[in-house]
């Protein structure tokens, strides 16, 4: 049975969702009901008789499927942050529905039509920046699909599309089965020498988990990761490093190789059906770097300055291996294990004794305190409102002048309906319809350090960075003011999505922002200087080598899609090749980075690898404005708020930008924020 009270406007305050009526059985019928009805809209702007216009076409296309938007924003917000087996099912029944009807409007004829009848007659309409945006991105939606395409290369586009999404699905299986496959059971109790107990004790585990005895270690990232860094076997840290650098690699079954020239040569070929040079120009034309020639030189320029830096890291910490151990050369599975050493011999920095300075309320008020300080927000918690859960928090943002800004929820703690990670999401994105501003409902979700019954909740660094990486985000959705809400909020390009998470984490290493929250949750006494210190030495640690890490991956990421992969038959030379400039261990040969490379062979991030660094140097270089004018200063924050939190994706991100910064964004900031210049 379908609750209509779900389809219509809530009659709740602030409009959120009335999660107390809703039960999980309801989700089915109404996404399918609401599906309908956007089905419904969707004709009725086909069967317009009127001609097609801005405000009939695109506008109403933009405000369409709003019922179904606001029931499937709650239910997917839901299968992450409190999820069962039921709502897990009724996913798996939701989602083909809905990418289903995504795909029918892609590929409706009739309404691509209209809209490329209004994008045609653009330079009459005198449209604003916003209009003109908004245009260009429904426009695009349809011709990168191929709906500009003649019948025969349409077929020709949907029969690779099918094929690339099968490849990327056996790469995936593939990797998927190689990390499943290897398993070193240590039975020798001296081989676990150096590991923390916790590892020692999970190992344990495994192996009985498994009726093995002894200790079961795997290339899951949290029994690999403290191995190589910790172990002190240096034959063993060798096996598993070598395991995990082949995977897929073996000329076997699972063997990735062919997988990888095939994807590269079915994404060249889709690019060059729908007019582009290649992959990588296709997918940058809706990225702040627009092409691939900035992201070369962008990388390039980056890489020449960290690499002395990065020679001179490598250097050191081959003699401290050295002089401890008597390394004559320092190998792959070395860099982790000696690195740390060091890293502890310099900072000696451990999570217990920064934690008593960060109580989670005090770093919270710490985070509302320097958005009131930047942006003029006020948070209030409120209770009148219904939740999903009990631990979640729940708040009403206002101006200073007491305008309602948006609802807030805020979602700490872990449980076994919330995945691992911490993120930032919205319930119901700003827009202005009919002259009235509609205000969002942004959400933040973290898996922080749970309170006990001596100890109030206290934050590691790595989990403060995270608050307000995430309030960031949140900062972003907030303050949103745009007319249509696809191009509201955090809905910018992908390169540029990170600046205003990022920039926020930048506060947390400035004594006068700590001293605002960071204070002893028993004592009451301020972090001491000393320990700030140390905590900013110690995160740029190794900068150089790990800069220059990044940027291999980036390169590699654009050899494989910014130029005709066809001549490309051996992945390993290939890549050994690109490797050249950015490598400091000596080569391996068994091992292949191509046939693993999940980022970009099987998720979204082909030719979008940089975009780590790329939003790096935007946050260090915005951070470094406010630094020179005062990192409270107003009007640097109201330019930024003016300028990017608030404008979405309006505009191209350069321009935006620019407007705030008064100039393009330079490397030179990060990289002396890293300690490489
Ligand atoms: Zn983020």
């Known amino acids: 049975m379908i609750k209509k009270t779900l389809l219509t406007p809530f009659k709740?305050?602030?409009?959120?969702?009335?999660?107390?009526?809703?039960?999980?059985?309801?989700?089915?019928?109404?996404?399918?009901?609401?599906?309908?009805?956007?089905?419904?809209?969707?004709?009725t702007i086909v069967n317009n008789p009127d001609q097609p216009t801005f405000e009939n076409t695109i506008v109403a296309l933009d405000f369409s499927g709003e019922q179904l938007d606001r029931i499937s924003s709650i239910f997917f917000n839901l299968n992450s942050a409190e999820t069962n087996e039921d709502i897990q099912k009724i996913a798996q029944e939701v989602s083909p529905l809905l990418s289903e009807f995504s795909n029918d409007i892609t590929l409706n004829e009739d309404l691509f039509k209209r809209v490329k009848a209004v994008y045609e007659s653009k330079s009459e309409l005198n449209l604003t920046e916003e209009q003109s945006t908004l245009l260009d991105?429904?426009?695009?939606?349809?011709?990168?699909?191929?709906?500009?395409?003649?019948?025969?290369?349409?077929?020709?586009?949907?029969?690779?599309?099918?094929?690339?999404?099968?490849?990327?699905?056996?790469?995936?299986?593939?990797?998927l089965a190689e990390t499943n496959k290897f398993e070193m059971l240590i039975s020798d109790e001296s081989d676990l020498s150096g590991l923390?107990?916790?590892?020692?004790?999970?190992?344990?585990?495994?192996?009985?988990?498994?009726?093995?005895?002894?200790?079961?270690?795997?290339?899951?990232?949290?029994?690999?990761?403290?191995?190589?860094?910790?172990?002190?076997?240096?034959?063993?840290?060798?096996?598993?490093?070598?395991?995990?650098?082949?995977?897929?690699?073996?000329?076997?079954?699972?063997?990735?190789?062919?997988?990888?020239?095939?994807?590269?040569?079915?994404?060249?070929?889709?690019?060059?059906?729908?007019?582009?040079?290649?992959?990588?120009h296709f997918v940058l034309e809706e990225r702040m770097a627009e092409t691939p020639e900035t992201v070369l030189n962008f990388s390039n320029e980056l890489l020449e300055k960290a690499k002395p830096a990065a020679e001179r890291e490598f250097k050191n910490l081959e003699n401290f291996a050295k002089d401890l151990d008597n390394i004559d050369r320092l190998e792959k599975w070395d860099g982790p294990y000696?690195?740390?050493?060091?890293?502890?011999?310099?900072?000696?920095?451990?999570?217990?004794?920064?934690?008593?300075?960060?109580?989670?309320?005090?770093?919270?008020?710490?985070?509302?305190?320097?958005?009131?300080?930047?942006?003029?927000?006020?948070?209030?918690?409120?209770?009148?409102?219904?939740?999903?859960?009990?631990?979640?928090?729940?708040?009403?943002?206002?101006?200073?002048?007491?305008?309602?800004?948006?609802?807030?929820?805020?979602?700490?703690?872990?449980?076994?309906?919330?995945?691992?990670?911490?993120?930032?999401?919205?319930?119901?994105?700003?827009?202005?319809?009919?002259?009235?501003?509609?205000?969002?409902?942004?959400?933040?979700?973290?898996?922080?350090?749970?309170?006990?019954?001596?100890?109030?909740?206290?934050?590691?660094?790595?989990?403060?960075?995270?608050?307000?990486?995430?309030?960031?985000?949140?900062?972003?959705?907030?303050?949103?003011?745009?007319?249509?809400?696809?191009?509201?909020?955090?809905s910018v390009f992908w390169d540029f999505v990170e600046l205003p998470s990022q920039v926020m984490e930048n506060w947390c290493f400035e004594k006068e922002a700590l001293e605002l929250f960071a204070t002893h949750y028993e004592t009451g006494e301020v972090i001491p200087m000393e320990l700030v210190k140390k905590i900013k030495e110690s995160a740029t640690f190794h900068e150089g080598m790990q800069t220059l890490r990044q940027l291999s991956f980036g390169l590699l990421?654009?050899?494989?899609?910014?130029?005709?992969?066809?001549?490309?038959?051996?992945?390993?030379?290939?890549?050994?090749?690109?490797?050249?400039?950015?490598?400091?261990?000596?080569?391996?040969?068994?091992?292949?980075?191509?046939?693993?490379?999940?980022?970009?062979?099987?998720?979204?991030?082909?030719?979008?690898?940089?975009?780590?660094?790329?939003?790096?140097?935007?946050?260090?270089?915005?951070?470094?404005?406010?630094?020179?004018?005062?990192?409270?200063?107003?009007?640097?924050?109201?330019?930024?708020?003016?300028n990017v939190l608030s404008r979405g994706g309006t505009e191209n991100p350069m321009t935006l930008y620019k407007r705030f910064r008064g100039q393009e964004p330079k490397p030179e900031a990060l990289l002396r924020r890293a300690g490489l210049i």
């Open 557 to 642: 990421d654009m050899s494989w899609h910014g130029q005709d992969p066809i001549q490309i038959t051996d992945v390993k030379a290939f890549e050994t090749e690109i490797f050249k400039n950015t490598s400091l261990y000596p080569e391996t040969k068994e091992t292949c980075m191509s046939t693993a490379f999940s980022h970009i062979f099987q998720g979204g991030y082909s030719s979008g690898y940089y975009s780590y660094k790329w939003a790096e140097v935007l946050d260090a270089d915005a951070f470094e404005y406010f630094k020179e004018e005062g990192i409270f200063n107003k009007t640097v924050a109201t330019k930024f708020k003016d």
């Open 196 to 280: 923390p107990e916790g590892t020692i004790e999970a190992a344990k585990q495994l192996a009985e988990s498994k009726d093995k005895e002894g200790w079961l270690f795997t290339l899951d990232y949290p029994s690999y990761i403290p191995f190589v860094t910790y172990a002190d076997n240096r034959e063993l840290r060798k096996k598993i490093t070598l395991a995990a650098g082949s995977k897929a690699f073996k000329n076997d079954e699972l063997d990735n190789k062919d997988n990888v020239l095939q994807i590269t040569k079915l994404r060249h070929e889709r690019a060059n059906l729908l007019g582009y040079q290649t992959h990588a």
């Open 338 to 490: 000696y690195s740390e050493k060091l890293k502890q011999k310099l900072y000696s920095l451990d999570d217990e004794k920064l934690k008593p300075y960060f109580k989670l309320e005090n770093v919270i008020d710490g985070a509302f305190t320097i958005a009131n300080k930047l942006f003029d927000l006020k948070f209030e918690e409120i209770d009148t409102i219904d939740k999903y859960h009990d631990d979640v928090l729940t708040y009403k943002v206002t101006n200073t002048k007491g305008d309602f800004i948006s609802v807030f929820y805020a979602d700490f703690f872990p449980r076994p309906g919330k995945r691992n990670g911490a993120w930032m999401t919205s319930y119901k994105p700003q827009y202005i319809l009919n002259g009235e501003n509609s205000r969002p409902h942004v959400s933040i979700v973290c898996n922080f350090t749970k309170p006990t019954k001596t100890k109030p909740s206290l934050l590691t660094f790595n989990e403060v960075t995270t608050l307000f990486h995430e309030f960031g985000h949140a900062l972003h959705g907030m303050l949103a003011n745009t007319t249509y809400p696809s191009i509201s909020g955090t």
């Open 12 to 43: 709740t305050k602030y409009n959120t969702p009335p999660f107390r009526i809703i039960e999980t059985s309801d989700y089915l019928p109404t996404i399918t009901e609401a599906i309908k009805m956007a089905k419904n809209e969707i004709d």
């Open 137 to 175: 991105k429904k426009y695009k939606g349809f011709s990168r699909n191929g709906a500009n395409l003649p019948e025969g290369k349409k077929v020709k586009l949907r029969e690779i599309d099918k094929k690339l999404s099968q490849l990327s699905l056996k790469f995936g299986e593939n990797v």
